[in-house]
C-alpha cells in the first residue's frame, strides 16, 4: 500500500467518522449547555479522550481480535502490515465474516432511516418510503432472508455474521432510542447531576461509535489506520460540538450524505464479503462523492436565505 493509498484512507475515514457522528455532536452540545462550566471542561478534555482513543481505538482491536481468535492481540492490531503468511491467511479467512457483519449492520441502519426517521428531504423518493415507514421491518426481514440464504451456500459461518450484524444493530438501536428519551428529560430540566450526564454522554458517544468504526472496515481492515482516521473524525466533530454546531445544522442535507455513505459502504462490504474484491480507493471515493453532493446541495438550499 503506497503514501497516496494510505493518506486517501486516513482522509475518508476522518470525513465518514466526522459526518456519521453529527448528531451525536448535536446531542453533546445541547447536553453540554445544561452542565456547569467545570463538567463541560472535563468532559471536552478527559470525556473525548476517552472517546477518541479508548472507543475508537479498543473497539476495532477487539473486533478484528474477535473475527479471527487465532491471532494474539498483537497480531490482530499488526495484521495489515503483516508479511507472515499464517498471520495473512488468518485475516483472509475472517474478513468476509466481519465484511458480511459490518454490512448488514450498515445497510439496517440505512433502512430505518430511510423508512423511519425524520429528515429533510434531499432526493425525490425519500418522502415516499417515509410515508411507508411500516415496511421497515419486512424489508429488512426479506433481505436478511435472501443475504442469508446466498451466505449458506458459500459458508454456514458467513450466514451466521449476517445475522450477528443484524443483531447488532437491533441492540444498538435499541440504545439509541432510549437516548433520544433521555436527552428529551433532560433538555426539559430532568434533574440528573452534572456527573450522571457526563456518564450518560459517554455511553451515547460509545453506541454511535459503533457505525463509524463498522463503516471502518469498509476503508481498510488496518486497526492503526483506523484508530488515526477515526480519532482525527472524533477531533473534528469535539470542534464542531464546542463552536460551530448551529454552523452545521444550517446544512440541512448533511445527514442524507451520510445515511447515503452508509448505505454504499455496507453494499461495497458485503459484495466484498461475497468474494468479488473491491479496490481499496472505492470506499474513501465514493465517501468524498457522495458527501460532495449533498453539501453541495445543502448549499444552494442557504442561498436564498444567505442573499
Known amino acids: 500500500m503506497n503514501l497516496f493509498s494510505l493518506l486517501l484512507i486516513i482522509l475518508g475515514l476522518c470525513l465518514f467518522e466526522t459526518i456519521s457522528s453529527i448528531d451525536n455532536a448535536i446531542i453533546n452540545a445541547e447536553v453540554l449547555s445544561t452542565m456547569g462550566k467545570k463538567s463541560r471542561r472535563w468532559f471536552l478534555v478527559w470525556g473525548m ?18 473475527a479471527t481468535p487465532n491471532l494474539g492481540p498483537w497480531q490482530a492490531v499488526t495484521a495489515a502490515f503483516s508479511s507472515d503468511p499464517r498471520v495473512l491467511a488468518a485475516v483472509h479467512a475472517s474478513a468476509p465474516l466481519l465484511l458480511m457483519a459490518g454490512g448488514v449492520f450498515l445497510v439496517f441502519l440505512f433502512f430505518h432511516w430511510l423508512f423511519l426517521e425524520p429528515k429533510n428531504y434531499g432526493l425525490k423518493g425519500e418522502k415516499f418510503f417515509h410515508s411507508q415507514g411500516v415496511w421497515f421491518y419486512a424489508v429488512v426481514s426479506v433481505l436478511l432472508s435472501l443475504i442469508v440464504w446466498q451466505a449458506l451456500k458459500i ?3 458467513l450466514g451466521f455474521a449476517a445475522v450477528i450484524g443484524s443483531t447488532a444493530f437491533f441492540i444498538t438501536h435499541g440504545f439509541k432510542e432510549n437516548a433520544a428519551k433521555k436527552e428529551e428529560d433532560l433538555l426539559k430540566g430532568g434533574n440528573l447531576s452534572d456527573i450522571s450526564k457526563i456518564l450518560y454522554l459517554e455511553v451515547i458517544d460509545m453506541t454511535f461509535s459503533i457505525d463509524g468504526v463498522l463503516g471502518a472496515f469498509a476503508f481498510t481492515l488496518s486497526v492503526p489506520l483506523i484508530l488515526i482516521g477515526n480519532s482525527l473524525g472524533a477531533l473534528v466533530v469535539r470542534e464542531f460540538t464546542v463552536h460551530n454546531i448551529e454552523r452545521i445544522k444550517k446544512y440541512i442535507f448533511i445527514k442524507n450524505g451520510a445515511m447515503y455513505s452508509i448505505l454504499f459502504l455496507g453494499v461495497i462490504m458485503l459484495t466484498d464479503a461475497f468474494g468479488h474484491e473491491i479496490p ?3 470506499s474513501p471515493l465514493t465517501t468524498f462523492a457522495v458527501v460532495g453532493f449533498f453539501y453541495w446541495k445543502s448549499l444552494r438550499h442557504n442561498q436564498p436565505d444567505a442573499a
Open 155 to 157: 459458508n454456514p459461518y
Open 49 to 66: 479522550f476517552f472517546a477518541v482513543f479508548v472507543v475508537r481505538g479498543l473497539l476495532p482491536w477487539l473486533i478484528v481480535w474477535l
Open 280 to 282: 481499496s480507493w472505492v
